[in-house]
């Protein structure tokens, strides 16, 4: 199961952390990551990172604005998103996976709004 929490609305410019607790089979993937899907249009991959190396990978678009990373001893996933553009707004999904890039599990998602 994976629960994502730390949406909202927040101006642009602004800044927001997303949190993704992951519990139950989700424990042994091997990459955890974020997609978002804004109104009308196709859900899209936003990051991924590697559970036991701590890699990270980004969407072009996103690159130096966001910031994937795993709290281990909590289960926890997190993306740190700054200085938001009112395009960044969507629903926000955590996924994981085993192997890296088969996306097994999804969460229910969280909305962000940038205005």
């Known amino acids: 199961q994976l629960v994502e929490s730390g949406g909202g609305s927040v101006r642009a410019g602004g800044s927001l952390t997303l949190s993704c607790a992951a519990s139950?089979?989700?424990?042994?993937?091997?990459?955890m990551g974020w997609f978002r899907q804004a109104p009308g249009k196709e859900r899209e991959w936003v990051a991924t990172?590697?559970?036991?190396?701590?890699?990270?990978y980004y969407a072009d678009s996103e690159k130096g604005r966001f910031t994937i990373s795993q709290d281990n001893a909590k289960n926890t996933v997190y993306l740190q998103m700054n200085s938001l553009k009112p395009e960044d707004t969507a629903m926000y999904y955590c996924?994981?996976?085993?192997?890296?890039?088969?996306?097994?599990?999804w969460g229910r998602g969280t909305q962000v709004t940038v205005s």
């Open positions: 996924a994981a996976g085993r192997p890296c890039g088969n996306w097994n599990y």
């Open positions: 990172i590697a559970r036991m190396s701590g890699k990270t």
């Open positions: 139950g089979d989700t424990y042994s993937v091997s990459c």
